[in-house]
């Protein structure tokens, strides 16, 4: 009974300093650490990847290191450096919450009910789902995949409309692109469902980049947000400048251009509407 | 800044349905894959210990190959690396029937095969050698002298250790997620895709699994209990489950 008395006693203290430390804002913890840590991706080109040589890069990483970061070393006065971290759909939303990194920077889909637990930035990208098959495959979209066996990634925000909306076509859930990509090469699936221009990216980086083919309307709008913890309006608003900041001197069109422009690495040009979208969210100075 | 706890979803919406649908794949997962470990087991085990090298030889190698590769790993190989080498056809007949439990299924069991057989072998060489020459001298065959006499003893004595390997075959079960197998670690994780809320899916989850092993470690225990041989192993002290 005291050993009772004293283990409750110990889980009480160690609650009450991580209280503490929870109390922290991440601004503070910045400044304290002197580094800023994203989760982001390895495998998800061109928005984070690991590329040939063996670099962590991509769309995401360079919009924090280039947009981001200048706003938040100003805010706390000394020079941040920037940490990265492995993140997927189902970890992200734990990693921010336990602290292990300050902002989720790849390829998020800002929805209603992860707003419940985490808060976002400005929308930095929008597309929508669609389906990468081997040329001249019966799969030409969301119409006709009923009966079919299609990979899409755990805890994607696709997975769940095709389970609502096709509940018949076999759904098959990979933690991570690759191992998706994989049984697409293989035939295990038929079909990889994912934002597409995630499948571009996909597709771009693939041995074989004419063997595959990105089929089908847009049957999501997925806009890509950087989550962060909640009610951190200090913060928020650091990250939220860094990008309006992006936006408006055109340093977020350079970065667009790098990796999306006609010599980038995954060709995708922007759409004057969703320009349009992006330079209506900033705000006057 | 505080994490904002809300245990109802794991008792609105589809969550209770999903954590069953996981608990039942999780058990016939790690039921088959029990009974193809303890098979293999026993049997390797026994050759371990046989009299005739070339039978060790192969006993040998396929406890220290599958044992020494990540189950990871495995898990992979018989997903993507088997398929391929089976004619067109049958590859899409079994795509088409959820190849990716089997696949998890045998890389479960051969894996935890070759670590069984390890315990198995450990069981036999405990029994004095003088049993061994007694039985023979009955006029048992080899074959007779390790069915009859042999393992039967041997797996009343390793009980205890069995009961570890089997809580650890039903925890590593959740690798099978890696291959897209909707296990109880996959349901908890597609709660919290719908939800957000990580925290209470993956406590229901751990919930689950605690549950779950208490209720074999007892139940082993009462069978240890049940079926020690006085005098070979020590009998657990009563009142301690």
């Given at each position: 009974?005291?050993?009772?008395?004293?283990?409750?006693?110990?889980?009480?203290?160690?609650?009450?300093?991580?209280?503490?430390?929870?109390?922290?804002?991440?601004?503070?913890?910045?400044?304290?650490?002197?580094?800023?840590?994203?989760?982001?991706?390895?495998?998800?080109?061109?928005?984070?990847?690991?590329?040939?040589?063996?670099?962590?890069?991509?769309?995401?990483?360079?919009?924090?290191?280039?947009?981001?970061?200048?706003?938040?070393?100003?805010?706390?006065?000394?020079?941040?450096?920037?940490?990265?971290?492995?993140?997927?759909?189902?970890?992200?939303?734990?990693?921010?919450?336990?602290?292990?990194?300050?902002?989720?920077?790849?390829?998020?889909?800002?929805?209603?009910?992860?707003?419940?637990?985490?808060?976002?930035?400005?929308?930095?990208?929008?597309?929508?789902?669609?389906?990468?098959?081997?040329?001249?495959?019966?799969?030409?979209?969301?119409?006709?995949?009923?009966?079919?066996?299609?990979?899409?990634?755990?805890?994607?925000?696709?997975?769940?409309?095709?389970?609502?909306?096709?509940?018949?076509?076999?759904?098959?859930?990979?933690?991570?692109?690759?191992?998706?990509?994989?049984?697409?090469?293989?035939?295990?699936?038929?079909?990889?469902?994912?934002?597409?221009?995630?499948?571009?990216?996909?597709?771009?980086?693939?041995?074989?980049?004419?063997?595959?083919?990105?089929?089908?309307?847009?049957?999501?709008?997925?806009?890509?947000?950087?989550?962060?913890?909640?009610?951190?309006?200090?913060?928020?608003?650091?990250?939220?400048?860094?990008?309006?900041?992006?936006?408006?001197?055109?340093?977020?069109?350079?970065?667009?251009?790098?990796?999306?422009?006609?010599?980038?690495?995954?060709?995708?040009?922007?759409?004057?509407?969703?320009?349009?979208?992006?330079?209506?969210?900033?705000?006057?100075? | 800044?505080?994490?904002?706890?809300?245990?109802?979803?794991?008792?609105?919406?589809?969550?209770?349905?999903?954590?069953?649908?996981?608990?039942?794949?999780?058990?016939?997962?790690?039921?088959?894959a029990w009974l193809l470990a303890v098979a293999l087991g026993i049997i390797s085990g026994a050759l371990r210990t046989a009299p005739i090298p070339p039978l060790r030889w192969i006993s040998t190698f396929y406890v220290e190959f599958f044992r020494n590769v990540p189950l990871?790993v495995w898990m992979?190989f018989w997903?993507?690396a088997i398929?391929?080498l089976?004619?067109?056809?049958?590859?899409?007949?079994?795509?088409?029937?959820?190849?990716?439990?089997?696949?998890?299924?045998f890389a479960l069991g051969v894996y935890h095969g070759a670590r069984f057989s390890e315990v198995i072998r450990s069981g036999i060489q405990s029994i004095p050698k003088t049993q061994f020459e007694?039985a023979l001298?009955?006029?048992l065959t080899l074959p007779q002298a390790y069915r009859l006499i042999i393992v039967p003893i041997a797996l009343?004595l390793i009980?205890?250790p069995i009961?570890?390997e089997?809580?650890n075959l039903?925890?590593?079960?959740?690798?099978?997620?890696?291959?897209?197998?909707?296990?109880?670690?996959?349901?908890?994780?597609?709660?919290?895709?719908?939800?957000?809320?990580?925290?209470?899916?993956?406590?229901?989850?751990?919930?689950?699994?605690?549950?779950?092993?208490?209720?074999?470690?007892?139940?082993?225990?009462?069978?240890?209990?049940?079926?020690?041989?006085?005098?070979?192993?020590?009998?657990?002290?009563?009142?301690?489950?």
């Amino acid at each position: 009974m005291r050993r009772l008395v004293f283990c409750l006693a110990v889980i009480c203290v160690m609650t009450r300093s991580a209280a503490a430390l929870w109390a922290e804002t991440t601004l503070e913890k910045i400044e304290r650490n002197g580094t800023l840590t994203i989760g982001t991706r390895t495998g998800s080109p061109p928005f984070a990847y690991v590329n040939k040589n063996n670099d962590w890069v991509g769309f995401s990483i360079d919009l924090v290191e280039k947009s981001i970061l200048p706003v938040i070393s100003k805010k706390v006065n000394k020079p941040i450096k920037l940490e990265k971290k492995e993140s997927a759909p189902p970890t992200r939303i734990p990693l921010l919450t336990s602290n292990a990194v300050d902002l989720i920077a790849e390829t998020m889909t800002d929805t209603q009910s992860r707003r419940d637990s985490v808060d976002f930035s400005l929308t930095f990208f929008a597309t929508g789902a669609q389906f990468l098959v081997k040329k001249g495959s019966p799969v030409k979209g969301i119409q006709s995949i009923a009966g079919k066996r299609i990979a899409a990634q755990q805890g994607s925000t696709n997975a769940r409309i095709i389970r609502d909306r096709v509940p018949n076509a076999k759904l098959l859930e990979f933690p991570d692109q690759p191992a998706a990509f994989q049984a697409l090469t293989q035939g295990q699936v038929q079909a990889y469902t994912n934002d597409g221009i995630q499948l571009a990216g996909l597709k771009a980086k693939a041995p074989k980049p004419d063997d595959w083919i990105v089929v089908g309307e847009f049957y999501s709008y997925e806009p890509y947000g950087m989550a962060m913890r909640k009610n951190d309006s200090d913060f928020r608003q650091a990250v939220n400048i860094g990008l309006m900041e992006a936006i408006e001197s055109g340093k977020y069109f350079e970065i667009y251009d790098k990796w999306f422009g006609p010599k980038g690495e995954v060709p995708y040009p922007l759409a004057p509407e969703t320009k349009r979208f992006l330079q209506m969210q900033v705000v006057p100075k | 800044m505080s994490y904002h706890f809300d245990w109802s979803v794991l008792w609105t919406g589809q969550s209770g349905t999903w954590l069953l649908q996981g608990l039942i794949t999780t058990l016939e997962l790690s039921l088959l894959a029990w009974l193809l470990a303890v098979a293999l087991g026993i049997i390797s085990g026994a050759l371990r210990t046989a009299p005739i090298p070339p039978l060790r030889w192969i006993s040998t190698f396929y406890v220290e190959f599958f044992r020494n590769v990540p189950l990871l790993v495995w898990m992979f190989f018989w997903y993507f690396a088997i398929p391929p080498l089976l004619p067109e056809s049958l590859q899409n007949w079994l795509f088409d029937r959820g190849v990716e439990f089997w696949a998890g299924c045998f890389a479960l069991g051969v894996y935890h095969g070759a670590r069984f057989s390890e315990v198995i072998r450990s069981g036999i060489q405990s029994i004095p050698k003088t049993q061994f020459e007694a039985a023979l001298s009955t006029g048992l065959t080899l074959p007779q002298a390790y069915r009859l006499i042999i393992v039967p003893i041997a797996l009343r004595l390793i009980i205890p250790p069995i009961t570890n390997e089997s809580l650890n075959l039903l925890k590593n079960s959740s690798v099978a997620l890696t291959i897209g197998v909707a296990e109880l670690t996959f349901q908890t994780r597609q709660i919290e895709t719908y939800t957000a809320k990580a925290f209470e899916a993956l406590t229901a989850g751990t919930l689950i699994y605690l549950i779950l092993c208490l209720t074999i470690a007892a139940i082993m225990a009462r069978v240890e209990r049940r079926v020690a041989i006085p005098g070979m192993i020590a009998q657990s002290r009563a009142g301690e489950f």
